[in-house]
């Protein structure tokens, strides 16, 4: 068993938790005591951090729709036919068409790449989140 | 934000949390703390214990406000009304902080101008708000040494929501209370990185650090970083996007990890938009309303299976530790990014996120300092943090602004686009509750959250249930001119007669159904706490 120090994933508080690790699952979180925002305090959500990652109903394959239905299918597929159809419409609209919405839950190493992917690659500044809402 | 950055410069926390608790008055307006932000609600109460005097300017009784030592139960929408009575008292009772004035702002001539033309019989009428009450909060505010104005999305989800922040803005550059450890202006973010994806630039204007994508230099030195050209025109925002409906300018989306078919305002004219699109990409750890309705769907590695960092309301930059490693055939949203844009014909060549953290600290001069190794071995740093020597900022605007000088910016008060009438007699506000996150798509997952609660419940009034002839637990149907749902009512009088409220968390009464879509010009933020319905018993 291990307790990996980690930043919670729900509210702008940021508390700094513990994700106990048993056999590659995640069974508990429990507040850091020294941390400055939790000091051995999490709310009703943080106590239950860990009850979503494993989840039956997480998704742990691509899915692409064919004939109306998203079907499994392989990561080159679902990348290749995703870039085919960015680059093509990106292509014709001058990167106009292209809308790309950004996530306040990933992180700032994903935010950062992916407003670099729409401004350098689909040539749009069509980028954001939910920041407002 | 853009309220903040034109009166102060900087649209971010001014304090740290832990500095809340030793605040002499702590003024609330517009947030429900001790459902949304926990941890801040308990630094205001720990403050309370200490003999501090908590403010909370709402429209409802919150269990904040039940702590309060004044509550002042305002009608919505009239913010700005309200905030300017508090000045004019101020100024009336010579209690604005001239030094301050004269020294670190400017334009305050135009805001005194305007609270002299005020009549404050008549902003008492229009607010709803006692003016003793009004005088007594605007008291305490300026009197004290150190007072903190907490807000939060009851602010800026209005249309006239900048202004309303510039207001805030104004009463605490009046009093002077900006520039000092435990006094300031705090906007509470929702969403545990929002702060981080704004400053990473996953906004439709500005590149990571709020560099303008329309400034010259900025873009020339993403450009050469880069080795691209980059487009100058800023972008559509996210409501001009999801709402642009079928015939809009939207051909193709990619959306990572967010849910705008349950998030967004008048929900049927965003299906509209998504439903039309000639392809749709969705990156998510679940199969959300949004991702059903995809071409492709991207497994995502949730954050227990990466490494990362988010930036949380105090600007606190702190890592994200890996547990376990991607579950099924799931991949990190990086890596997908990266596979894409290879595709494309742009490799992004990344060693580690630790290595991508370089390339934002070398771009975005506030992360100027900012390392992964720095920050494995502390509780995180605080933005601005200049270089790899600097200790982070945890309070901002000690001795100057960002943006130099403070600018006073006065507002008038501008009514809600929708106010009830006869045919849609009632006024909806709608916010979050203790036990669930935003769309649901997380917490709904967890059997004990949702034991302790597991559907949306209408408060209403009293007065208004007797009328209607309605008893707790009844169901009913609430609509507005955009759409219907069927909802379970909870009698308090909590709400005032001819207010109801509820939350937005659950999929089975998409609320967002009904809200409407009139946003802020400036921030373009939607008017989601004030729409008119009416309400059958079924």
């Given at each position: 068993m291990r307790h990996v120090l980690t930043t919670c994933v729900y509210c702008g508080c940021g508390c700094g938790v513990y994700l106990r690790e048993e056999n590659g699952r995640v069974t508990g979180a429990s507040p850091s005591r020294n941390h400055p925002v939790s000091r051995g305090n999490l709310c009703v959500k943080g106590w239950h951090l860990h009850d979503f990652i494993h989840s039956p109903k997480r998704l742990t394959t691509p899915l692409m729709r064919k004939n109306g239905e998203l079907v499994p299918v392989s990561w080159d597929a679902a990348l290749d036919y995703t870039a085919q159809e960015l680059g093509r419409i990106g292509a014709s609209t001058n990167g106009q068409g292209i809308g790309v919405l950004s996530s306040a839950k990933c992180t700032n190493e994903e935010n950062f790449l992916l407003q670099k992917f729409s401004r350098a690659v689909l040539k749009t500044n069509n980028i954001d989140h939910c920041a407002r809402l | 934000m853009a309220g903040l950055a034109t009166t102060f410069g900087s649209g971010a926390m001014t304090n740290a949390i832990n500095e809340i608790e030793d605040a002499e008055v702590i003024l609330v307006i517009g947030s429900n703390t001790t459902e949304a932000h926990p941890q801040v609600a308990r630094r205001m109460l720990n403050a309370v214990d200490k003999g501090a005097k908590l403010i909370v300017i709402d429209p409802r009784r919150t269990r904040l406000a039940e702590c309060a030592t004044l509550h002042l139960a305002l009608a919505p929408g009239t913010d700005i009304p309200l905030l300017n009575a508090m000045m004019r008292v101020i100024l009336d009772e010579s209690l604005a902080d001239q030094l301050f004035i004269d020294m670190r702002t400017e334009n305050f001539a135009a805001l005194r101008a305007m609270l002299y033309r005020l009549d404050l019989a008549e902003l008492e009428a229009v607010t709803g708000v006692l003016l003793e009450d009004i005088r007594r909060a605007a008291q305490l505010y300026a009197r004290a040494r150190r007072s903190v104005v907490c807000y939060c999305l009851g602010i800026t989800q209005h249309i006239c929501g900048t202004a309303n922040v510039q207001s805030i803005a104004n009463l605490a550059m009046l009093t002077g209370h900006v520039e000092k450890q435990f006094t300031g202006v705090d906007p509470l973010r929702g969403q545990n990185n929002v702060q981080g994806a704004c400053d990473m630039g996953a906004l439709p204007n500005v590149f990571p650090g709020y560099q303008a994508v329309d400034n010259r230099d900025y873009r020339e030195k993403f450009e050469r970083v880069w080795q691209t050209r980059l487009p100058a025109a800023p972008g559509l925002s996210l409501l001009d996007m999801t709402h642009s409906g079928a015939c809009g300018p939207m051909r193709a989306m990619f959306i990572m990890g967010e849910n705008p078919l349950r998030s967004d305002p008048s929900l049927d004219r965003v299906e509209e938009t998504l439903t039309s699109l000639a392809f749709l990409a969705v990156s998510d750890i679940f199969l959300t309303e949004t991702a059903a309705h995809a071409h492709v769907v991207f497994p995502a590695a949730s954050f227990a299976e990466k490494t990362g960092t988010f930036t949380n309301t105090e600007r606190r930059v702190q890592l994200v530790r890996q547990a376990i490693p991607p579950i099924g055939d799931c991949r990190t949203d990086a890596d997908i990014i990266i596979a894409l844009s290879g595709r494309l014909g742009y490799a992004m060549a990344y060693e580690s996120t630790a290595e991508i953290m370089e390339e934002i600290a070398l771009l975005a001069p506030i992360y100027a300092g900012i390392r992964h190794d720095r920050l494995r071995h502390s509780w995180g740093l605080q933005w601005p943090?200049?270089?790899?020597?600097h200790p982070g900022t945890p309070f901002l605007h000690k001795y100057y602004f960002t943006r130099g000088k403070g600018h006073f910016v006065p507002n008038d008060h501008l009514p809600p686009a929708e106010l009830p009438c006869q045919d849609f007699p009632f006024l909806l506000n709608s916010g979050r509750i203790y036990h669930h996150y935003h769309t649901g798509s997380m917490t709904r997952q967890s059997a004990l959250l949702n034991r302790e609660c597991g559907e949306a419940l209408l408060m209403i009034h009293p007065a208004d249930a007797a009328r209607l002839k309605v008893r707790g637990g009844d169901r009913l149907c609430m609509a507005s001119r955009r759409g219907a749902v069927e909802i379970k009512a909870e009698i308090t009088d909590q709400v005032a007669a001819g207010s109801v409220y509820t939350n937005f968390h659950f999929g089975e009464t998409p609320i967002n159904r009904l809200t409407i879509a009139a946003q802020d010009p400036v921030a373009q933020c939607p008017e989601f706490k004030v729409c008119a319905v009416r309400l059958e018993k079924l």
């Open positions: - | 943090c200049w270089n790899t020597a």
